[in-house]
């Protein structure tokens, strides 16, 4: 059984509603089991940890609701 994996990304998810925005298709990601975002930092990190799921997915979550997502090495 293959173990959760973290990613961080850098958005720009500024607030509460943006965040908002984007809970329903990270929720309904049965990938993903936990998720959150840090609005308080500069960089306004989001937080994955998932199995079987690739960055480029998480990606494509956030930027199909109009933000904008890029992997932190």
């Not at 309904?28 to 799921?53: F, G, H, M, R, Y």
Request: net charge negative.
């Amino acid at each position: 059984m293959e173990n959760n994996k973290e990613f961080i990304f850098k958005t720009n998810l500024n607030c509460g509603n943006c965040v908002a925005k984007v809970q329903a298709d990270l929720d309904s990601t049965d990938a993903i089991s936990n998720w959150s975002v840090d609005t308080d930092n500069p960089d306004k990190l989001l937080t994955i940890n998932a199995k079987e799921i690739t960055p480029e997915k998480v990606i494509t979550i956030i930027k199909r609701k109009g933000f904008k997502a890029e992997l932190i090495e």
